[in-house]
């Protein structure tokens, strides 16, 4: 390589140069700057998204604090909806319909049996119920169901005082 450098006139040796220095500049930019530039879009794309999300949270937490101050001031039930239905459609939406195998009204509420139910999924739909809907279990057996983690439930429910 050197026998070939110095074979070359002073011309051609700054013509060489030139070109090495410009393919030296060329693989710096291609494997340092042109990778962060790339990152630093992608970095600019990422926080307006992320400052567009933060403005729709403030912009809801308004309501989330209005809901969070009173929880049961907007009930899941409709005012007047009768506990059979509420328990009938809730048990449903906490996915324990398969499981329902009966549900008939009582005087003042109702009475469920459940086969193969959830154990987790009946807990906290009884949380629900009370919670969320202002019913009461009254009464509750629950036996080993059929596998691990299931159970067979008969449950008595009421709507409090003044409601049925």
Same mark, same amino acid.
């Given at each position: 390589m050197r026998a070939w450098?110095?074979?070359?006139?002073?011309?051609?040796?700054?013509?060489?140069?030139?070109? +090495?220095?410009?393919?030296?500049?060329?693989?710096?930019?291609?494997?340092?700057?042109?990778?962060?530039?790339?990152?630093?879009?992608?970095?600019?794309?990422?926080?307006?998204?992320?400052? $567009?999300?933060?403005?729709?949270m403030e912009a809801q937490a308004p309501a989330v604090r209005a809901r969070a101050a009173a929880p049961n001031a907007t009930p899941a039930a409709r005012p007047g909806s009768s506990p059979l239905g509420v328990v009938d459609v809730s048990a449903r939406a906490a996915g324990l319909g398969p499981a329902l195998r009966r549900v008939r009204p009582l005087e003042t509420g109702v009475e469920a049996e459940l086969e193969g139910a959830s154990y987790t999924?009946?807990?906290?739909?009884?949380?629900?119920?009370?919670?969320?809907?202002?019913?009461?279990?009254?009464?509750?057996?629950?036996?080993?169901?059929?596998?691990?983690?299931?159970? $067979?439930?008969?449950?008595?429910?009421?709507?409090?005082? +003044?409601r049925s």
């Amino acid at each position: 390589m050197r026998a070939w450098w110095e074979g070359l006139a002073t011309r051609e040796r700054r013509i060489v140069a030139a070109a +090495g220095s410009v393919l030296l500049l060329a693989i710096l930019f291609l494997l340092v700057l042109e990778p962060a530039l790339d990152r630093r879009a992608d970095l600019r794309s990422q926080l307006q998204q992320l400052v $567009n999300e933060h403005a729709w949270m403030e912009a809801q937490a308004p309501a989330v604090r209005a809901r969070a101050a009173a929880p049961n001031a907007t009930p899941a039930a409709r005012p007047g909806s009768s506990p059979l239905g509420v328990v009938d459609v809730s048990a449903r939406a906490a996915g324990l319909g398969p499981a329902l195998r009966r549900v008939r009204p009582l005087e003042t509420g109702v009475e469920a049996e459940l086969e193969g139910a959830s154990y987790t999924a009946l807990l906290r739909w009884l949380g629900t119920l009370e919670s969320r809907h202002g019913l009461r279990v009254e009464s509750l057996s629950i036996d080993r169901g059929p596998e691990p983690g299931r159970v $067979n439930a008969q449950l008595r429910i009421e709507a409090p005082t +003044g409601r049925s």
